[in-house]
Every structure is written in C-alpha cells, then in structure tokens.
C-alpha cells in the first residue's frame, strides 16, 4: 500500500494568520495517465469529510479561494492563506494512484487560538 | 442533489457480521458512479473498505478481502456492506460514499454511523 504521512499532527492558529499542512507519500502519486492522484479533505466536528482539494491543487466546488493546494511527486502542501474560526477540523490528505487501496494520511487537527 | 444514508445496527457482537446498508437519494445508484465504504475509527483514522459498480464486481481492500462483501440492489436504489468475523478492532463510524465519475476521490458522503463491536 501507498503510505501516506502529514505534518503536523495539530497546529493552533491565530485568526487572520497563515496554517500549512504536509503530507508526504512513500511513493510518486504521479500515474502514467499524467495526473496526480492526491487530494485533501476536511472533517468538521460532527460532520464526515468533505472533499477540498483535487488533483494536487484544484479547489472543489463552493471551495474558499483561500485554500490552495501544492506540490509533486512525493511531497505535497495544503496552504490556508488566511484562518477563519469556520476552517477547524481536521485535514486529511489522501491518494489514489495505486488502488485499491486508497490511504489517507493520519490527519491534521486545526484550532483557533 | 444526491444524499446517502447508512443504516444497520448499532451493536454487533464479537465474531458476528456487521451489515450496513446505504440507501441513495436525489439519484440512481445506476449513474455512472462508483460507491463505496469506509470507515474511521475511534482514534479518527480512515480506511477504505471497498467499492462497487452497478454492473460491475467490487474491489475491495486486500487488508479485509477475506471478510468483506459489498453489493447492490437496483431495484431498491441502495448498497450494502457486510464484514464478517468482527471483533472489537472493527469498531468505527462507518460511511457510504460516492466515487466521483471525473477522478479517484469521493464527493459526496452519508453522515455517518457508530458501529460497536461488543458482547
């Protein structure tokens, strides 16, 4: 299986202020088809996850344009350019070049300080 | 709008068979989707259990192929997981999903249900 591994694990972030999460794959999440099989996801408290980020770094549909995903290969980035309280939860990346199966990263949780 | 619901019980004891089903709204489970299950446990890590077509056969996660059976019934616009020989590391919320039909990810997810595995 691909293992995928975030950092960090939890982060506090002052509102107004910039949060970035990595997530990093035991191998390249680049197919043969051309396109990058990682996405990211965030659980609000009480709700399943929703979908962010597709491909690397295309928002989803009724995405904040504050949200901005990165990265290649191996190494990928979740940049939240400006934290607002409606953003806490918990983040996770996920990949899909090589199923089944998909794997998630084991998540990072936002707070607000 | 396509919405999903998960339903079974609750409780299931040691070395049962949990079963679940997800009943699809809004749409057809025979739209050119893939649907699958997974889980998150306790601690809120995520583990994919499989996925089914409506014409197709299931692929399911090497990790839990052997006790693992996913299915569709058209004519009830739903799907089913059962997952035999449970014990307590079964434990979890588990959700039904929509694969979506332009990627390898998931759009729209049900809200979830707490499954216990205990005596």
């Known amino acids: 299986d691909v293992v995928v591994t975030q950092t960090p694990l939890s982060l506090s972030v002052t509102p107004g202020q910039p949060a970035s999460i990595s997530c990093k794959s035991s191998?390249?999440?680049?197919?043969?088809?051309?396109?990058?099989?990682l996405y990211w996801y965030l659980q609000k408290p009480g709700q399943p996850p929703q979908l962010l980020i597709y491909?690397?770094?295309n928002r989803f549909s009724g995405v904040p344009d504050r949200f901005s995903g990165s990265g290649s290969g191996t190494d990928f980035t979740l940049k939240i350019s400006r934290v607002e309280a409606e953003d806490v939860g918990v983040y996770y990346c996920m990949q899909s070049v090589q199923i089944p199966p998909y794997t998630f990263g084991q998540g990072t949780k936002l707070e607000i300080k | 709008q396509v919405q999903l619901q998960e339903s079974g019980p609750e409780l299931v004891k040691p070395s049962g068979t949990l079963s679940l089903t997800c009943a699809v709204s809004?749409?057809?489970?025979?739209?050119?989707?893939?649907w699958s299950w997974i889980r998150q446990f306790p601690g809120k890590g995520l583990e994919w259990i499989g996925e089914i077509y409506h014409s197709e056969r299931p692929n399911y996660n090497p990790s839990l192929k052997s006790r693992v059976t996913i299915s569709v019934a058209k004519s009830e616009n739903q799907f089913s997981l059962r997952l035999s020989s449970v014990t307590a590391a079964d434990t979890a919320v588990y959700y039904c999903a929509r694969n979506v039909n332009w990627g390898r990810t998931f759009d729209i997810w049900g809200q979830g249900t707490m499954v216990t595995v205990s005596s």
């Open positions: 809004g749409g057809s489970i025979s739209s050119p989707n893939w």
């Open positions: 191998q390249s999440l680049l197919h043969r088809d051309g396109k990058t099989y």
């Open positions: 491909e690397v770094s």
